[in-house]
């Protein structure tokens, strides 16, 4: 089955630094999510994105639906050590479908 | 609050043996996941369903069976367990589709390894 390509795979930062990573895909999406999974733990929901071009924010993250509705972005300002985790995009492609394509996953490790 | 709830939490198995993971949710959700998530794979859904009495085959079936006979619980099962299962599985449950701009709620996952 189709997966998005998510990068980069792992990163390794020092807090207060900047992060980002993004998600794209061959074909189009409707929806664009971002999820985050903290060690032994199920993904939760950080930003939803219905709309090309949308750039939504939570507290220091922001996430933008790209222009061609084939990729996304999520950005993490000022990161701590609690940023740490698996962050994953997911895709809907609209319609009745009942379904997300799950990204591959970007490991992120934020030393203090 | 509960949420979701998988059990077991973790289990190991011979490869050949039955068993059945268990979700529970209690927000009234309709509609239900089982995922399995592999390293370097995301999350690939196997089966799901959008409401009592129903099911679904997602992206990788095969291998797993699944019934919704009461609203909150959405129960997966392995009849002949494989190597290829082990895995970790989650379930998760949204009170609205995933069409109409529904949130996932996931469980804490069940970690399954086949010998």
């Known amino acids: 089955g189709q997966q998005l390509n998510q990068s980069p795979q792992s990163m390794f930062i020092q807090e207060g630094e900047d992060v980002s990573m993004n998600c794209t895909s061959s074909?189009?999406?409707?929806?664009w999510l971002w999820y985050k999974q903290d060690p032994g733990e199920g993904p939760v929901l950080l930003i939803a994105l219905y709309k090309a071009g949308e750039l939504t924010s939570n507290g220091r993250l922001t996430a933008q639906f790209g222009i061609t509705r084939k990729d996304s972005f999520l950005n993490i300002s000022a990161s701590i050590p609690s940023d740490v985790g698996i962050y994953f995009c997911?895709?809907?492609?609209?319609?009745?479908?009942?379904?997300?394509?799950f990204g591959t996953g970007t490991l992120l490790a934020v030393q203090p | 609050n509960a949420g979701v709830t998988q059990t077991p939490k973790f289990r190991v198995l011979k490869t050949g043996q039955s068993m059945t993971l268990l979700c529970a949710q209690d927000m009234n959700h309709e509609y239900m996941y089982w995922y399995r998530q592999d390293p370097g794979m995301g999350l690939r859904l196997i089966h799901y369903?959008?409401?009592?009495?129903?099911?679904a085959k997602g992206e990788v079936p095969d291998g797993y069976n699944v019934s919704r006979l009461k609203k909150q619980n959405f129960l997966l099962g392995l009849e002949s367990a494989a190597p290829s299962q082990t895995s970790v599985y989650f379930c998760a449950s949204t009170l609205k589709g995933l069409q109409h701009g529904g949130e996932l709620f996931f469980g804490e996952g069940s970690r399954l390894t086949v010998l």
């Open positions: 074909s189009i999406f409707n929806t």
């Open positions: 997911a895709g809907h492609r609209g319609g009745a479908t009942n379904k997300l394509i």
């Open positions: 369903s959008v409401g009592e009495g129903t099911t």
